[in-house]
């Protein structure tokens, strides 16, 4: 089954970009997977599929600011213009049959 | 507008059952696959089970033989029901939808369970 692997933290500054990474085990390159945003105290909330194209499909209302890319195994998540509502765990999700599996997450900071 | 709310979390002690509810709206639970997930105070999302469209289940190696996965079509409700509950079962529980057997993309808001004596 696959593995995703995220780095537990990251940081930027007000109004900058950051790019959160996501990679996933050997042999599961070609998966899709989809990001997901937990704000402090709150519930999950989707925010889009990313394929290993690159392309990829935004849930409702999610600002532009949001942006995924696909390199080999690694999916990204950029953030531009960084809002301190940003400030947020940032996962990774992918599926096979029968499973879903999610990364352990990064805690991305604004400064 | 689709939406997902969970009940039925609570304090029980070890050894205890509790079942979960999951109602959907805005959208049919039984054309969907549905998801549970949990959080553990402080820690990272864990998948717990999957009820496919078809009504095929699956559970993570943690939960099974303890925990099962169903739903009413009449109610568009998604249960899980947790016996044998044990202390490392604590988490916040989250129902979640598939997007056609892939992606998540509607959460629940979430409901509490704290096993212990």
């Known amino acids: 089954q696959p593995v995703l692997t995220q780095s537990p933290s990251a940081s930027a500054s007000l109004g900058a970009s950051v790019k959160v990474t996501c990679t996933l085990s050997?042999?599961?390159?070609?998966?899709?997977i989809a990001w997901h945003q937990q704000q402090p105290e709150k519930g999950p909330r989707y925010l889009m599929t990313l394929y290993s194209d690159g392309s990829h499909s935004r849930g409702d209302g999610l600002p532009d600011r949001f942006s995924g890319s696909s390199s080999g195994a690694e999916r990204y998540l950029t953030i531009s213009s960084l809002q301190s509502e940003d400030e947020a765990d940032y996962y990774c999700?992918?599926?096979?049959?029968?499973?879903?599996?999610f990364g352990g997450g990064t805690k991305l900071t604004v400064l | 507008e689709v939406q997902l709310v969970e009940s039925g979390g609570g304090l029980i002690q070890p050894g205890g059952s509790l079942r979960l509810s999951c109602a959907g709206s805005?959208?049919?639970?039984?054309?969907?696959?549905m998801s549970w997930v949990r959080q553990a105070p402080g820690k990272g999302l864990e998948w717990v089970s999957l009820l496919y469209n078809d009504g095929t289940t699956y559970y993570a190696d943690s939960v099974k033989g303890r925990f099962t996965i169903s739903r009413d079509n009449s109610e568009n409700t998604l249960y899980l029901q947790m016996n044998s509950l044990r202390p490392e079962d604590t988490a916040v529980y989250y129902c979640a939808r598939d997007v056609s057997g892939s992606a998540i993309d509607y959460w629940g808001q979430g409901t509490l369970v704290t096993v212990s004596s």
């Open positions: 999700q992918t599926w096979d049959t029968g499973i879903r599996v």
């Open positions: 805005g959208f049919i639970v039984s054309r969907n696959y």
């Open positions: 050997s042999g599961h390159s070609t998966y899709a």
